[in-house]
Nanobody, 119 residues
């Protein structure tokens, strides 16, 4: 599986961006898809996840501002980011998580896309 993230860029505070993550292979539709944020000098943190059935989970910091979605036919996931804040700046990584055994999970990562929010 290869993940290609895109859609990052420079935006002013209060603006919007839509990130996309296209997956190769046939595992996308049966995997949990997620977006993770790594701010400069900090650890990578979960932003949002969505199951194959469409159940979503968000970090408290983005609830009401970001929306995760997926198109299983296109093997593509999305992150709509509205009301962006300077603290949203960083690299955004897409992730596919699969259960490969009892209690065993495997993560696939994309290369990341840079989001810069100016104040």
């Amino acid at each position: 599986v290869q993940l290609q993230a895109s859609g990052g860029g420079l935006v002013q505070a209060g603006g919007s961006l839509r990130l996309s993550c296209e997956a190769s292979g046939s595992l996308f539709s049966t995997s949990i898809m997620g977006w993770y944020h790594q701010a400069p000098g900090k650890q990578r943190e979960m932003v949002a996840t969505i199951t194959s059935g469409g159940n979503t989970n968000y970090a408290d910091s983005v609830k009401g501002r970001f929306t995760i979605s997926r198109d299983n036919v296109k093997s593509t996931g999305y992150l709509q980011m509205n009301s962006l804040k300077p603290e949203d700046t960083g690299v955004y990584y897409c992730n596919l998580r699969r259960q490969i055994g009892i209690g065993l999970l495997y993560d696939y990562w994309g290369q990341g896309t840079l989001v810069t929010v100016s104040s």
